[in-house]
C-alpha cells in the first residue's frame, strides 16, 4: 500500500509526486494518457504536429450561446506531463495582483510574496537570478534559441504602438511587449515530467501507472482510503495509507468529485448515483480564456510558413541534431504583449500571442499562406461557466460550458484589444512583411461588425481553470490547504483551485501549486515569503 494516490500526471500532478518521493514518501500515480515517449514531445516546435494527436483530449463545448450559438473545442494534455508536455513551452506567472486577490478573498497563505518562493523552488532560469528569479530547481526555464523575423516584427511594431519593451514579464511588472521564455533546457522541453519524474521514478517508491481511467475516490465515511481504477480491461482498486490526490485538471477533477459522489446534490441525484457529500461548488466557476486573432498575409515567404513540408521537416531536422538550432527549436509562439486597453499604464488586462503563420483553431479552415497572426486575449474574464456530467459513467466525457463572453465587459475588452492588435499590424515594423490585414479585414471597423467577428473567431487559449475553487465562502470546494472541504484525506491539487483565472498561461502556476500542495501535504513550514 502507497502512502499517497495521486490522480493525473499532469503539471501540478508531476510536481507534487516529485517532491513527495524526494521527501521519502511513496506514491502512485495515476494517468489517463501514455507515456511521453512520442519523440515530438521533446522537441520544442514539435507541439505543433501533436495538437490533433491522441495525446490531447478533443473535449467539445457545450452551444456557446453568448457567441454564435456554435461548440467549440477545448482539447487538454493526455500525457505523462500533461499540457506541460504538448503546449507551447511558454513560461508566465501572470500579475502579482493576481495571487494578491486570492489571498483577499480568505486564501491565506496564497498572496504573491507567499507563491514567489515557490515558483523560485521550481526553477532553473539559464538567464535570470534575482529576487523574482533562481536557479538549481528542476525546472528548465531558457531564453529561445531561434526567434524569426516576423517576430521580431511584431515586437518592433508594437513599440512604434506605444508599448514599452520588457525583458521579463515574471519580474516587477509584467506590462510591456517582448519575448518568451520558454521551458525548456539543452533545447529540449523540459514537461513537468521531465523535470519531476525522471528522477523520482529511479526510486523504487514511486509507481506510475498509465492508460488508465480513475473511475471514483473510494469514501468510508468522510474519509478518502483510495481510488477504484480501469486498466488493461480491468477494475482495480487501490488503497492508500494517508491521502489521495486529484490532479486531473479542471474538467476531470470535478467529474471524478462528481462520479465519487461528492458534489451539487441536484446534479448528482440526476444521475442516479448516491450522495456522499454534498459541495454546490463542485463544476462551477469555471474560467478560461478566449483569443482572436487579427491576421495579414505576407508579401514574401516570411516566417514559419512551409516549413513543415517534406524537404524542409528534412533540412531542419537535421539542422537541430546537428546544430541544435534553427525552426525546430523554435516555440513558435516566440513573442507576446500584455497591455491595459484602457490606460497604458494600468495593469494588463488583455493579452497578446504572436504567431507568424495564418492560424485559426483546429475545427476551423486551414489557410495554406505565409503570414502573421497577433491572438488576443481577455486576461480576466468575468464570465463563469460549468462543467457538468452527461451521465454517471467515467468514459462519458463531461458536459462543458465555458460560456465565453457571456459578461459584456469581457466583449467590451475583447473588441478593444483586436483593435489595438490591428494598429500593431498596421505599423511600419509589420508592414515590411506583410500586405494589408485581411482579418477581420479592413471593412470591419463597428463595434456590433468586431464583436460579430470576435463570435465567429475566438477560439481557446487552452487554460480552463477554477471548477474546484479554493476559498472559505460556501461555494469553495477545498479550503487554503487544498483539502476537499468535509472531507478527511482528499485534496485537489491543479489549476480547478484557482478561485479566479491567473494574468497568463497556466502552465507555470500549476507547477508552483503543486510545489506549495507538496508542503501542505508534508505538514512542513512554508516557505519564508519574499521580500519584493
Known sequence: MHDYIVIGGGSAGCALTGRLIEAGASVLLIEAGPRDTHPLIHIPAGFTRLLSSPLLSRHETQAQTSMDGRKRI??????????????ALIYIRGQ???????????????SFREVLPYFKRAEDNERFDNGFHATGGPLGVSDLKQVCELSRGFVRAAQQAGIPFTADFNGERQNGVGFNQITARNNRRCSAAVAYLRTAEKSERLTVITDATVQRVVLEGNQAVGVEYRHKGQLVQARCSKEVVLSAGAIQSPKLLMLSGIGPAAE????????????????????????????????????????????NTVKNGLQYLMF????VSSNVTEAC??????????RPNAQMHFVPIVFFDLDQEAIKKPGATINTCVLRPMSRGEIRLADKHADTPPLIDPRYFAHPEDRRVAIKGLNLSREILAQPAMRAYTDEEVFPGLSVRSDEDLLSYINQRAK??????GTCKMGTDAMAVVDPELRVHGLRNLRVVDASIMPNLISGNTNAPSIMIGEKAADLILGRSALPAAHV
Open 96 to 110: 502579482h495582483e493576481d495571487y494578491d486577490d486570492w489571498a483577499a478573498t480568505g486564501c491565506n497563505g496564497w
Open 460 to 465: 481557446t487559449v487552452y487554460h480552463p481553470v
Open 324 to 327: 541544435g538550432s534553427g525552426p
Open 268 to 311: 448528482l441525484e440526476r444521475h442516479g448515483i448516491a450522495v456522499q457529500h454534498t459541495l454546490p461548488g463542485v463544476g462551477q466557476n469555471l474560467q478560461d480564456h478566449a483569443e482572436v486573432g487579427s491576421i495579414a498575409y505576407c508579401h514574401g515567404k516570411y516566417g514559419y510558413y512551409g516549413q513543415d513540408n517534406a524537404f
Open 337 to 346: 504583449a500584455f497591455i491595459n486597453t484602457d490606460n497604458p499604464q494600468e
Open 74 to 87: 477545448l482539447p487538454q494534455g493526455r500525457v505523462l506531463g500533461g499540457g506541460s508536455s504538448v503546449n
